[in-house]
C-alpha cells in the first residue's frame, strides 16, 4: 500500500496515566504498519537512547519511544522523572514521528502546539480503577526509586490518594473533552471496550486515521498485544486489567467521595456511579458526550 507523504496522519495519542496508555501504544506501533504505514520514533534516534535503554525507566522500550509534555512556551521530549529535552520544532518533530503520546492536558497556551498534529486520540477508564492501578503502580522498583512514598502499602496509599487522583482524572479529561481541546474532536478510545473487543476498537482507530486494515491483520494485532501477552513483557505496569476492580478496593465512603468529585463526568461518559449502577453494566453503555452515541 502507497501512502501519500502529505497524507499520512500526525498522530498524538492522549491518556491520563495508567489509562492502558502503554497496552494502546503498543497496539499502535503494530497497527500502523498493518495499514501501510512506516512505524517512525524520533526519540530511537537520539544519542542518549542506548544508554537509557540499558536503564530500569519502569517501562520496557521506554527509551525509545516519543513522548511528549507541552508546556505554554515549549513542547518537551520527555521520559517522566529521567528526561527531558526541549523540542526546537514542533511541527517538524510531528512530522517526523509516526505516533507522538503525551500525559499533558489541553490549555490556552498549549493549544497552538498540538495543532502540529493532524490526528489526536485519547484514552478514557474509569478513574476509580485509575486509582487502585496508580497506588499498585507507585510500588514497582522505578517508582519506589523516583517516586518515594511513606505509606507502607498501595492499599495505604489509596486511602489518602483517591481525591487527588480523581480530581486530576476529572480536570484532565474536561479540558478534552468539554474545554477547549473539544474542538480538536479527539477519537475517542474507552479503555474497557478495548478490553470487551479489541479488533473492533482497532478497526475504529483505523477508520479515523484513514487506514484500510482487514479483518484478519486487526485480529493479528490484537492476539499479538492480548493483556496476557503484555503482562509477560510488562509485568511492572500492567496487572489484571478488565474493569470494575474499584469495586473490590473502594469503600462505600471512598465511591461517595469518586461520586462527588467526577460523577457529572462519570454520568456524562455513561460510567456506573456506585455498586448499584455497576449491577449488569456492560462497556458498550459508555459514549463521548455531545457526539453520535455509535462509534465510527
Request: hydrophobic share 40%; aromatic share 8%; with cysteine.
Amino acid at each position: 500500500m502507497s501512502t501519500d507523504a502529505s497524507a499520512v496522519p500526525r498522530l498524538l495519542v492522549l491518556g491520563y496515566p495508567k489509562c492502558g496508555n502503554v497496552w494502546l501504544r503498543a497496539l499502535l506501533a503494530d497497527l500502523l504498519p498493518a495499514g501501510g504505514l512506516p512505524f517512525r520514533q524520533v526519540m530511537a534516534g537520539h544519542p542518549l537512547a542506548p544508554g537509557l535503554e540499558l536503564m530500569d525507566l519502569g517501562i520496557k522500550d521506554q527509551a525509545r519511544q516519543d513522548q511528549v509534555r507541552f508546556a505554554p512556551l515549549r513542547a518537551y521530549q520527555d521520559i517522566p522523572a529521567v528526561f527531558s529535552w526541549a523540542i526546537p520544532d514542533i511541527h517538524a518533530y510531528a512530522a517526523a514521528t509516526s505516533m507522538a503520546h503525551s500525559h499533558s492536558p489541553w490549555t490556552p497556551e498549549t493549544d497552538c502546539l498540538i495543532r502540529a498534529f493532524s490526528h489526536h486520540l485519547i484514552i478514557i477508564r474509569d478513574p476509580r480503577d485509575v486509582a487502585v492501578s496508580w497506588s499498585r503502580w507507585i510500588f514497582t522498583p522505578f517508582n519506589r526509586l523516583h517516586r518515594p512514598t511513606l505509606h507502607p502499602t498501595p492499599e495505604a496509599l489509596l486511602a489518602e490518594d483517591l481525591p487527588k487522583r480523581v480530581t486530576e482524572w476529572n480536570t484532565y479529561h474536561q479540558s478534552w473533552l468539554t474545554a477547549g481541546g473539544a474542538c480538536l474532536s479527539p477519537h475517542v478510545v474507552f479503555y474497557e471496550q478495548l478490553v470487551d473487543d479489541t479488533p473492533r476498537e482497532l478497526g475504529r482507530i483505523a477508520r479515523y486515521l484513514g487506514l484500510n486494515i482487514s479483518e484478519d491483520s486487526l485480529r493479528r494485532v490484537a492476539a499479538q498485544h492480548a493483556l496476557g501477552e503484555m503482562k509477560k513483557r510488562q509485568p511492572h505496569h500492567v496487572f489484571r486489567g478488565g474493569w470494575g476492580g474499584w469495586l473490590e478496593h473502594l469503600d462505600d465512603r471512598q465511591i461517595h467521595t469518586s461520586q462527588r468529585i467526577c460523577g457529572v463526568l462519570l454520568k456524562s461518559l455513561g460510567y456506573p456511579l456506585n455498586r448499584a449502577d455497576s449491577s449488569g453494566w456492560t462497556p458498550d453503555r459508555l459514549r463521548v458526550p455531545g457526539r453520535n452515541t455509535t462509534p465510527p
